[in-house]
């Protein structure tokens, strides 16, 4: 049995995407070439409501990256879906939906700073803060969570409970 306790709000998650929206457009607006890299696939209902948001052009390019479940080795984080487009010399937004140990973002960062970019900045729509650990940066972060497993918005649990406009913890219940 599966439940679901809400943690942020619909609002509350449209106000959060006004606000770094509102800071992004204020930081980049003399900035060119302004590329958002959505890590998919979590992150893709957040950057959809975030882009339309942005006032300045941006394009915006996906990767997809994979984990093995289980392991904390920082290794095992795969490109499981490259780039289109190229990055070198562009000012590069990566769009995560949660950075959690950091393994991730950290293997993202790197195969990102391969291709030269001119800069490279986070925002991320959660952070788990407590579980890292490896030292990311991160630019624009929306909330700090708590060590529970969360869902909806974009977060999924085996593909699962995306679809939720609002954030919820998932409650695993034995029957
Ligand atoms: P990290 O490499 O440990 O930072 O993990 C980041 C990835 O783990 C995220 O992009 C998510 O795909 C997944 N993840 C971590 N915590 C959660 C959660 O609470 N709900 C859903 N996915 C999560
Ligand atoms: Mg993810």
């Known amino acids: ?11 509350q998650l449209h106000n959060k995407v006004m606000e770094l929206a509102d800071e992004i457009n204020r930081d980049y607006k003399d900035l060119k070439d302004i590329v958002l890299v959505c890590n998919l696939k979590g992150a893709f209902v957040f950057l959809a409501d975030l882009f339309r948001k942005i006032k300045i052009p941006v394009s ?51 195969y990102l700073n391969l ?24 630019h624009y972060t929306g909330f700090i969570v708590d060590d529970i497993f969360l869902v909806g918005y974009g977060l999924d649990y085996n593909e699962k409970y995306r679809e939720l406009d609002y954030i919820a913890e998932l409650i695993l219940e034995r029957d």
């Open 60 to 110: 915006i390019d996906f990767i997809a990256t994979s984990s093995y479940n289980g392991t904390e080795a920082e290794g095992n984080v795969r490109i499981v879906k490259d780039l289109k487009m190229d990055i070198r010399g562009k000012n590069v937004m990566v769009i995560e939906d949660i950075v959690d140990t950091g393994f991730t973002l950290n293997y993202v960062m790197k």
């Open 1 to 11: 049995m599966e439940g679901l306790k809400e943690i942020i709000t619909a609002n």
């Open 115 to 138: 291709h030269n970019p001119n800069s490279i900045k986070v925002c991320t729509l959660l952070d788990k803060r407590s579980k890292r650990k490896v030292e990311v940066p991160i």
